[in-house]
């Protein structure tokens, strides 16, 4: 599967058998942005993006440190970059698994 956020374009498997099962989940995750981008989606369903860009914020108004705001920033941005390598669009999606993983390529 491929997409594009903003101007950055990712590839990455759909991990499914055969292309009728790729195509359709392609097509749910289609459906899925679309309702987030229209608001037609619960409010609380957010794009992981938004969910880093919501948890920045919050840590922006705490008035930490510019270095502990610098590390969550890094952190932030790292998690995002795996998830878009992931394929996950939606924070719900993101599992224990996922995370796992992720720390497990930190150097």
Same mark, same amino acid.
Request: neutral net charge; charged residues 25%.
């Given at each position: 599967?491929? !997409?594009?956020?903003?101007?950055?374009? #990712? @590839?990455? #498997?759909?991990?499914? &058998?055969?292309?009728? #099962?790729?195509?359709? &989940?392609? @097509?749910?995750? +289609?459906?899925? *942005? $679309? $309702?987030?981008? !229209?608001?037609?989606?619960?409010? $609380? /369903?957010?794009?992981?993006?938004?969910?880093?860009?919501?948890?920045?914020?919050?840590?922006?108004?705490?008035? *930490?440190?510019?270095?502990? *705001?610098? @590390?969550? +920033?890094?952190?932030?941005?790292?998690?995002? +970059?795996?998830? $878009?390598?992931?394929?996950?669009?939606?924070?719900?999606? /993101?599992?224990?698994?996922?995370?796992?993983?992720?720390?497990?390529?930190? #150097?």
């Amino acid at each position: 599967m491929q !997409t594009a956020n903003e101007s950055m374009q #990712s @590839r990455w #498997s759909s991990k499914e &058998k055969n292309w009728r #099962s790729a195509e359709h &989940k392609a @097509r749910q995750l +289609e459906q899925q *942005l $679309d $309702d987030i981008l !229209t608001g037609k989606s619960r409010p $609380d /369903v957010k794009t992981v993006q938004q969910a880093v860009e919501l948890f920045l914020t919050s840590k922006r108004n705490e008035n *930490l440190a510019a270095d502990t *705001l610098y @590390r969550h +920033e890094q952190i932030m941005r790292a998690l995002a +970059e795996f998830c $878009d390598r992931q394929g996950i669009l939606l924070i719900k999606d /993101v599992t224990l698994a996922h995370l796992t993983m992720w720390q497990s390529q930190w #150097s």
